[in-house]
């Protein structure tokens, strides 16, 4: 039987700012890698200009990265396992995080 798509039940809001986390998390300048755990600090979230945000070489509208300065979408993905965060707003990717299939990776280059 294949996998389940989404098995964590995540709503449109936190699989797109997932995925976003994800396209950020591949980069090694906004991004520290914990080799031992898998874990990915996201240095800084990116910050809307106009209309749109850069992520890498990625350029995505402002409306759709609106989950990356939500909280309630940070407090979901930690209850699920899949981030962390702490009183100084920095976000972690867990491994699974990491790894989750959002099923947007296609739009984002393999994210």
């Given at each position: 039987m294949p996998p389940k798509h989404?098995?964590?039940?995540?709503?449109?809001?936190?699989?797109?700012?997932?995925?976003?986390?994800?396209?950020?998390a591949?980069?090694?300048?906004?991004?520290?890698?914990?080799?031992?755990?898998?874990?990915?600090?996201?240095?800084?979230?990116p910050e809307p200009h106009g209309d749109h945000v850069h992520i890498g070489a990625n350029?995505?509208?402002a409306r759709e990265a609106s989950g990356l300065h939500n909280?309630?979408?940070?407090?979901?993905?930690?209850?699920?396992?899949?981030?962390?965060t702490d009183a100084a707003q920095t976000v972690t990717l867990t491994a699974a995080g990491v790894a989750y299939d959002t099923g947007l990776?296609?739009?984002?280059?393999?994210?």
């Open positions: 989404n098995p964590l039940k995540l709503n449109k809001l936190q699989l797109r700012t997932l995925t976003l986390a994800q396209a950020q591949r980069e090694p300048d906004i991004a520290q890698r914990d080799e031992a755990t898998g874990d990915v600090t996201l240095l800084r979230l350029v995505v509208s909280p309630a979408v940070w407090v979901a993905l930690q209850r699920k396992g899949l981030a962390r990776g296609v739009q984002l280059g393999g994210a």
